[in-house]
């Protein structure tokens, strides 16, 4: 299994913005970012693959730019407007296939929180 380190989560203000990371140990066909609020499922976000496809969630479209570093294994999510429905903890995952469903990736991070106040 692939390794992955998140971080960049944080605290901001509604119309705020972040910046996530997620470190992989090796090469993976597809990264993804995952959110989970409580109480609720568990999120897709965006999924990029080596061969730069992306996939992006409705909610997020024209807000959350996701990106991927193929050289040094790495997946960035730039997320902009922020608003109070996006907090959660944001989970880093890596697998076979580029899908914004969970079931397929077989290596996720620990998560890091995003909250955003009103």
């Known amino acids: 299994l692939v390794q992955l380190v998140e971080s960049g989560g944080g605290s901001v203000q509604n119309g705020g913005s972040l910046r996530l990371s997620c470190a992989a140990s090796a090469e993976i066909y597809s990264m993804a970012w995952f959110r989970q609020a409580p109480g609720k499922e568990r999120e897709g976000v965006a999924t990029v693959s080596t061969t730069g496809y992306k996939i992006v969630a409705d909610s997020v479209e024209g807000r959350f730019t996701a990106s991927k570093d193929n050289a040094a294994n790495t997946l960035y999510l730039e997320m902009n407007d922020l608003k109070p429905e996006d907090t959660g903890m944001y989970y880093c995952?890596?697998?076979?296939?580029?899908?914004?469903?969970?079931?397929?990736?077989?290596?996720w991070g620990q998560g890091t929180q995003v909250t955003v106040s009103s």
């Open positions: 995952a890596a697998g076979p296939l580029r899908t914004l469903k969970p079931a397929p990736y077989n290596s």
